[in-house]
Structure formats: structure tokens, C-alpha cells
């Protein structure tokens, strides 16, 4: 509710990635899934809770889905051209007028933080991460395409960077650019029955639902 709410914006932040985190931790716990079946999925700032949750514990979620990502939180939070950069002070603080917002959130952005864990300085994160679903729009005045652009760039970036073993097959990083469409996506039911396919096809493919060997 409401209190939950405050206690989790401004300098609280990252709160919401580690209960994201625990929630899904719980459910392995007490056994209801496993993982490799738990897919993370936000909009737009619920985006950036996917992202922010990958960036700490990669291991619990079998599969990622971003639609319209706020990734580039500290890019956009500093730029008071953009049409939402004051409007949102409330909820993540003006990093350009108080250094420790600033220091925050430096923290704890997905983009400057891909590829690192909360041990980040014991073990290297790539073979634990799941593959990744992100989607954009050019004309999207609220989360400009560059967002997930940036991001699958670091993503694909950093994974170029790692030694993998032969024959293993590592995770998948898909980006579907949308030219005419908002931050809300394709409008009517046909865009949405569209965009609900998309998604469906690639976590049953992430999730590993169409092996047979995996129908436990």
C-alpha cells in the first residue's frame, strides 16, 4: 500500500530490487518453482526494478522481460529538458542539486551497474544471467528509445567479453523496436493480442518450455 510505497523511494530505492529479489527467493524456498521458471517483468520503471534485481541476484530468474525500460536512470534524472525529469524528483530524488541523491543513485543504476553482483568482487555474474526481452519505441516521450538501446548494448558487450565453455549455450538478448507506437505500445486489441504473442513465444522459449525434458 501507501506506506510501503514511501518507504521504498527517494534514498530507499533499492529496496524495492531486494524484496523483488526475496519474493522470488521465497517462492523457491517453499518450493512452489524453481528459478529456471521465474520470469522478472516490469514497464517502464518497473523496468528498472527488473534490471536493478538482475544486477544484484541474477540466479533466481530463469528469464527477464523489459517492456519500454527506464535503464539510463541517472542520464535522464540530470537532463531537465526531458519532459519527465522534474515530474519524477519526487520519486527518485534531483541528483544535480543534492550530491548524495546523486551518489544513490550512481548506486544502484541498472545501466552503470550491468555486470556486477552484490558480491560483486567474488564471482563473475555472466553465467548466471537469463536471457532478456526488451522493447522500445522511437516516439516515446516518457522512456526515449535510447533506453534499452544503451542496455542491450552493455548487455551484449560485456557477455563478448567472457570465455565460455565450448558447446554451452549462453543466454539471448532481444530488442523489438517499435516506429509508430508510444509508450504505451500498439493500441487495440489486435496490438495487444500482437505484443502478448511476442512476449509468450520468447519465455516459453527462455523458460525452457517447449523441451520436453523440462516439463516438471
Not at 486489441?189 to 519465455?203: M, P, T
Amino acid at each position: 500500500g501507501d506506506q510501503c510505497w514511501r518507504r521504498g523511494k527517494l534514498m530507499n530505492k533499492k529496496t524495492s530490487a531486494l524484496d523483488y529479489i526475496d519474493c522470488a527467493q521465497w517462492l523457491i524456498d517453499q518450493k512452489y518453482t524453481r528459478a529456471s521458471r521465474i520470469a522478472a517483468v516490469g514497464t517502464s520503471a518497473g523496468g528498472l526494478l527488473v534490471a536493478s534485481a538482475l544486477n544484484i541476484e541474477p540466479r533466481v530468474f530463469g528469464a527477464a522481460l523489459m517492456r519500454v525500460p527506464f535503464v539510463d536512470l541517472l542520464t535522464q534524472m540530470t537532463d531537465s529538458t526531458l519532459p519527465l525529469t522534474v515530474h519524477e524528483h519526487d520519486e527518485w530524488g534531483d541528483p544535480v542539486t543534492h550530491r548524495s541523491v546523486f551518489e544513490y543513485m550512481t548506486s544502484y543504476d541498472p545501466y552503470l551497474n550491468l555486470g556486477r553482483s552484490r558480491d560483486r568482487d567474488a564471482r563473475d555474474t555472466r553465467d548466471e544471467f537469463p536471457s532478456v526481452y526488451l522493447t522500445g519505441s522511437l516516439i516515446d516521450p516518457r522512456v526515449p528509445y535510447w533506453h534499452p538501446l544503451k542496455y542491450l548494448a552493455k548487455l551484449r558487450a560485456w557477455f563478448s567479453e567472457g570465455k565460455r565453455p565450448p558447446n554451452k549455450e549462453g543466454p539471448w538478448f532481444v530488442l523489438k523496436m517499435e516506429k509508430d507506437t508510444g509508450h504505451f505500445g500498439t493500441g487495440g486489441a489486435l496490438g495487444g493480442l500482437k505484443q502478448s504473442a511476442y512476449e509468450y513465444a520468447f519465455l516459453y522459449k527462455a523458460l525452457g518450455l517447449l523441451d520436453p525434458a523440462n516439463k516438471k
